[in-house]
């Protein structure tokens, strides 16, 4: 039986799916808000968990020296370089109901890579933004641990949703829209002024 954030995840996707049909290549070209990645390097990044088998991941990470980011980062660039718009396009596509899931990550690890990636792309380009509350439930899906892997320290300040039940942090609160604050605690967004900021992936 599939769960409601399951079915979340596949609406993201769907979402994802019908803007980028929409890009032209100039678009496929432009930066993203992940360092050193463009639209290209997002997608491929995305789907990647789709047509990556365990020995080219074992593989690969022994030739990162063991280091996910390193090996995520190798993969995404080779990949959209061996693809076209298409054929990455073809991977979203065949695999909207696709129940992979991040190890130790489970249901709501998946449905936060798609959120954040998706935002990653759709910012710079100035398109619309997942749901207020899909992007809720990530953020009230992710623990302490989940938050740490992106090295944003609040320093005492609380993130108060303006547009869902939901707020991250102790301390003073500042308030925003939810996508925001899922920005911000990401290292996308920097919290004085909450313009793009380059982040890792």
Not at 31 to 37: D, E, F, Q, T, V
Not at 148 to 168: I, K, P
Not at 172 to 188: A, E, F, I
Request: aromatic share 6%; hydrophobic share 40%.
């Amino acid at each position: 039986m599939r769960s409601e954030i399951f079915d979340e995840t596949c609406a993201e996707r769907a979402r994802l799916l019908a803007l980028l049909e929409q890009l032209d290549p100039e678009q496929w070209s432009s930066r993203s808000l992940c360092a050193g990645w463009r639209t290209r390097e997002v997608v491929a990044h995305m789907t990647m968990p789709f047509r990556t088998t365990p020995l080219r991941f074992a593989t690969g990470m022994v030739r990162a020296r063991f280091s996910f980011d390193r090996f995520a980062d190798r993969a995404a660039r080779a990949d959209a370089a061996a693809m076209s718009d298409d054929e990455l396009l073809a991977q979203l596509r065949d695999n909207v109901r696709h129940d992979w899931r991040p190890p130790g990550g489970g249901e709501v690890g998946a449905l936060s890579h798609d959120v954040i990636h998706g935002l990653d792309i759709s910012e710079p380009l100035g398109l619309p933004a997942p749901p207020a509350e899909r992007i809720a439930t990530v953020l009230r899906g992710a623990g302490p641990r989940n938050l740490d892997y992106f090295g944003v320290r609040l320093h005492g300040t609380q993130l108060v949703a303006t547009d869902a039940d939901v707020s991250v942090g102790d301390g003073s609160p500042v308030r925003m829209p939810v996508k925001d604050v899922l920005l911000v605690v990401t290292g996308r967004r920097a919290l004085t002024d909450r313009d793009p900021r380059r982040s890792s992936s």
